[in-house]
């Protein structure tokens, strides 16, 4: 059973910071280029960054360049999202989605696999 566990969100200060976790089973994890997308009340789902499978690629929207970055541990089938310097716009449910495949990009339709998601908040 292929399972995506997202984890790490919470409530953080503007400026603060946090580390999103996404946990998966059922996959040969080292196959999979895994993204993070987000999406904010009545907004449509945003991709955020993903990493590729083989070079480790990555990709980063261009909201998120220089503060967030995504890493992978193949060996604890986990992959990360560092979020710092967080701002109020930041703030959505961020989810974890992943694909068989080398290459990543930001498109939702690209992944076939998804997580339940977890709530970042930023706020004073």
């Known amino acids: 059973q292929v399972q995506l566990v997202e984890s790490g969100g919470g409530l953080v200060q503007p400026g603060g910071s946090l580390r999103l976790s996404c946990a998966a089973s059922?996959?040969?994890?080292?196959?999979?280029?895994i993204a993070w997308f987000r999406q904010a009340p009545g907004k449509e789902r945003e991709g955020v960054s993903c990493?590729?499978?083989?070079?480790?690629?990555?990709t980063y929207a261009d909201s998120v360049k220089g503060r967030f970055t995504i890493s992978r541990d193949n060996a604890k089938n986990t992959a990360y999202l560092q979020m710092n310097s967080l701002k109020p716009e930041d703030a959505a449910i961020y989810y974890c989605?992943?694909?068989?495949?080398?290459?990543?990009?930001?498109?939702?339709?690209?992944?076939?696999?998804w997580g339940q998601g977890t709530q970042v908040t930023v706020s004073s």
């Open positions: 989605a992943v694909t068989r495949g080398v290459w990543c990009g930001l498109s939702f339709y690209e992944y076939d696999y």
């Open positions: 059922g996959f040969t994890f080292d196959d999979l280029a």
């Open positions: 990493i590729g499978s083989v070079d480790l690629h990555t």
